[in-house]
């Protein structure tokens, strides 16, 4: 086949392409687009295309395989996106966390920590002597679940405690 009459038979199956696109898309536009790129992988890849076979059927499969690696990428970029953005607001809230801390003194966060409710302070104190979660449970006689729960609550309190003083 001559590279007019391939021409010729890409621009007949344009219809057909366009309604196929747009089965996948539901939006002119992104189906107008999906055509878009599947001509120009058509004709880049022209020498592929074998004689005497199905050119619908390989315009087809190109426009499925088009869709379906755009659809892919559009999940990386979204799901990248949302990880460099749950990225800096953690490093943001790390980087207000040490200007807060940065700017008071000792006395002020002991102060603070001494004002937690006594059943989260000992708790809190043992965690910041070094314990782990098991040994301060066995220690003060509760389960580790609460333990943990305490320390969170602790760790809650004395951000909310900080970011009042700034």
Request: hydrophobic share 40%.
């Amino acid at each position: 086949m001559t590279a007019i009459q391939f021409q010729n038979q890409l621009v007949s199956n344009h219809p057909l392409l366009s309604k196929f696109a747009y089965q996948f898309t539901r939006n002119l536009e992104d189906a107008r687009d999906l055509v878009q790129d599947t001509m120009m992988k058509a004709i880049k890849y022209r020498d592929q295309f074998e004689d005497g076979t199905n050119l619908r059927g390989w315009l087809f499969t190109i426009m499925r395989n088009t869709f379906i690696n755009q659809c892919n990428q559009r999940k990386h970029r979204q799901k990248a996106a949302s990880t460099t953005f749950k990225d800096a607001g953690l490093e943001w809230e790390r980087q207000v966390q040490a200007d807060a801390i940065s700017q008071m003194s000792a006395s002020d966060i002991i102060a603070m920590v001494d004002a937690l409710p006594k059943e989260c302070k000992v708790v809190f104190q043992l965690f910041l002597d070094g314990f782990h979660y098991e040994e301060i449970a066995s220690q003060v006689g509760i389960p580790v679940g609460t333990v943990k729960s305490r320390i969170f609550y602790a760790r809650k309190s004395l951000m909310t405690k900080m970011a009042e003083m700034n």
